[in-house]
């Protein structure tokens, strides 16, 4: 057996090392889910991981002689719930590009679930279908449809952009137009589709609206758990792009002067240590060893939290690839956005930084030192916390992109948390 990545030192259940050997997979997708004769191209993706009590491993996929694109899930669990899992899918069959919906390869002890149907989000299976997008932008934003122009819906297509398996998909439109002179046009929108409704997330992109940061209109919300959004140009923030540093950090500090709206979730040191303390215990159950390293990382930081600073409004999930520039900065993926510290966002793209291989944090630190010549700025001490908070959470993250060496970027990531722990000692 040849699994992606190394298994968890605690593993113990065999269908979760079949559930990531991309061969297995690979036979089960050809076999159970297709008609048995279609090449299979598989590349992990994801990791939900619990070992006996059940796993999800998502796996982006390309079937077929023409190579369609796909994503299939895979999840783990003992028979008898498995079996249960698929007869409460039964009533959802069809097929999708030459796939079924669903497959148990019993003798594997695998569920294979095929995108886009997800237990969670059920509007998944229609907002991949151009006629069901237009019935949506008929019936709430028929302004969308260009002037003496109708909805064509073979000049549409989607793609998949990033997808979480019962959690989050985020979907981009191309949706086409046509006239009877033959003239075509093009539009983007973007979905979002989340299992969770988001406290108070569109009054969060209007303050940053407000604050002059260009961020996604929102189109319409059929309901609290799927938005269309408008789509934003420009270009990548690259790692290598040191120049857009103070650009990018007025842009943030803009964000957080914004005033804080009311309903919005509360992102404190309180919350902050408790996912610390649930990362150490997935620490533990994934690396007894890191585990082991991790714990008084954590007990450094619950005994030196800080007093909390003033509240912002925050991105939540801040680091480069939220971030497009052109002739100004662009924030996009508000679905974590909250209120709390400043040094929520700059810890987060601390982590990021670390985590895309800049051990030291001196693209991370640069930023925060271009932020602190634009707003009040955390404190030494208090950036250290946060960050050492933020770098003990992304611990585990290797492991659930599923990256082949994620044993040595999860230790790295670890030293990286012990030494911002270190400045913070009470």
Same mark, same amino acid.
């Not at 299979?40 to 077929?64: F, H, N």
């Not at 690259?238 to 120049?243: A, G, I, K, L, Y």
């Not at 303390?277 to 030196?304: F, I, Q, Y």
């Not at 290797?398 to 999860?410: E, G, K, N």
């Given at each position: 057996?040849?699994?992606?990545?190394?298994?968890?030192?605690?593993?113990?259940?065999?269908?979760?090392?079949?559930?990531?050997?991309?061969?297995?997979? !690979?036979?089960?997708?050809?076999?159970?889910?297709?008609?048995?004769?279609?090449?299979?191209?598989?590349?992990?993706?994801?990791?939900?991981?619990?070992? *006996?009590? /059940?796993?999800?491993?998502?796996?982006?996929?390309?079937?077929?002689?023409?190579?369609?694109?796909?994503?299939?899930?895979?999840?783990?669990?003992?028979?008898?719930? &498995?079996?249960?899992?698929?007869?409460?899918?039964?009533?959802?069959?069809?097929?999708?590009?030459?796939?079924?919906?669903?497959?148990? =390869?019993?003798?594997?002890?695998?569920?294979?679930?095929?995108?886009?149907?997800?237990?969670?989000?059920?509007?998944?299976?229609?907002?991949?279908?151009?006629?069901?997008?237009?019935?949506? %932008?008929?019936?709430?934003?028929?302004?969308?449809? +260009?002037?003496?122009?109708?909805?064509?819906?073979? /000049?549409?297509?989607?793609?998949?952009?990033?997808?979480?398996?019962?959690?989050?998909?985020?979907?981009?439109?191309?949706?086409?137009?046509?006239?009877?002179?033959?003239?075509?046009?093009?539009?983007?929108?973007?979905?979002?589709?989340?299992?969770?409704?988001?406290?108070?997330?569109?009054?969060?992109?209007?303050?940053?609206?407000?604050?002059?940061?260009?961020?996604?209109?929102?189109?319409?919300?059929?309901?609290?758990?799927?938005?269309?959004?408008?789509?934003?140009?420009?270009? +990548?923030?690259?790692?290598?792009?040191?120049?857009?540093?103070?650009?990018?950090?007025?842009?943030?500090?803009?964000?957080?002067?914004?005033?804080?709206?009311?309903?919005?979730?509360?992102?404190? =040191?309180?919350?902050?240590?408790?996912?610390?303390?649930? #990362?150490?215990?997935?620490? #533990?159950?994934? $690396?007894?060893?890191?585990?082991?390293?991790?714990?008084?990382?954590?007990?450094?930081?619950?005994?030196?939290?800080?007093?909390?600073?003033?509240?912002?409004?925050?991105?939540?999930?801040?680091?480069?690839?939220? %971030?497009?520039?052109?002739? $100004? %900065?662009?924030?996009?993926?508000?679905?974590?956005?909250?209120? /709390?510290? !400043?040094?929520?966002? &700059?810890?987060?793209?601390?982590?990021?930084?670390?985590?895309?291989?800049? !051990?030291?944090?001196?693209?991370?630190?640069?930023?925060? $030192?271009?932020?602190?010549?634009?707003?009040?700025?955390?404190? /030494?001490?208090?950036?250290?916390?946060?960050? !050492?908070?933020?770098?003990?959470?992304?611990?585990?993250?290797?492991?659930?992109?599923? *990256?082949?060496?994620?044993?040595?970027?999860?230790?790295?990531?670890?030293?990286?948390? #012990?030494?911002?722990? #270190?400045?913070?000692?009470?």
């Amino acid at each position: 057996m040849a699994t992606v990545c190394p298994l968890p030192a605690t593993a113990t259940d065999a269908a979760f090392a079949r559930a990531i050997d991309a061969a297995v997979v !690979a036979r089960c997708v050809r076999d159970h889910l297709g008609a048995g004769d279609q090449a299979v191209e598989l590349a992990p993706d994801y990791v939900r991981w619990k070992d *006996r009590d /059940g796993s999800i491993v998502g796996w982006r996929a390309k079937v077929g002689p023409a190579g369609t694109a796909t994503y299939v899930t895979v999840r783990t669990a003992p028979l008898d719930r &498995l079996r249960d899992e698929a007869s409460k899918l039964e009533h959802r069959e069809e097929d999708y590009d030459g796939l079924k919906s669903f497959a148990l =390869a019993e003798h594997d002890e695998l569920l294979l679930v095929t995108f886009p149907l997800d237990r969670q989000m059920s509007d998944l299976r229609r907002m991949v279908r151009a006629s069901k997008v237009r019935t949506v %932008v008929q019936e709430n934003r028929r302004d969308l449809v +260009p002037a003496g122009m109708r909805f064509s819906k073979s /000049g549409s297509s989607w793609q998949l952009v990033r997808y979480k398996p019962e959690r989050r998909a985020v979907i981009r439109w191309d949706l086409g137009f046509k006239n009877d002179q033959k003239q075509r046009l093009r539009s983007t929108t973007w979905m979002r589709m989340v299992a969770e409704p988001m406290p108070a997330r569109q009054a969060l992109v209007a303050a940053a609206a407000g604050a002059g940061i260009r961020v996604p209109e929102l189109l319409t919300a059929p309901h609290d758990r799927l938005l269309l959004e408008t789509h934003l140009a420009g270009r +990548p923030w690259e790692p290598t792009d040191r120049q857009a540093i103070p650009v990018v950090a007025n842009a943030l500090a803009r964000l957080h002067r914004a005033p804080p709206p009311a309903g919005a979730r509360v992102h404190d =040191a309180a919350a902050e240590l408790e996912l610390v303390r649930r #990362a150490v215990d997935d620490l #533990a159950r994934l $690396d007894p060893g890191l585990a082991a390293r991790a714990a008084p990382v954590a007990e450094t930081l619950m005994r030196a939290t800080p007093t909390d600073s003033p509240r912002r409004v925050l991105h939540g999930d801040f680091h480069r690839g939220q %971030v497009l520039l052109d002739a $100004d %900065v662009a924030l996009c993926d508000f679905d974590r956005a909250c209120v /709390g510290p !400043a040094g929520v966002d &700059l810890a987060a793209l601390h982590a990021h930084t670390v985590l895309d291989g800049d !051990a030291d944090g001196a693209f991370a630190a640069a930023f925060a $030192d271009a932020y602190a010549r634009e707003a009040e700025a955390p404190s /030494g001490r208090e950036r250290a916390w946060w960050n !050492a908070c933020a770098l003990l959470r992304m611990v585990t993250a290797p492991f659930r992109s599923l *990256r082949a060496d994620w044993p040595a970027r999860s230790t790295s990531i670890l030293d990286a948390a #012990a030494g911002a722990a #270190a400045a913070v000692r009470p």
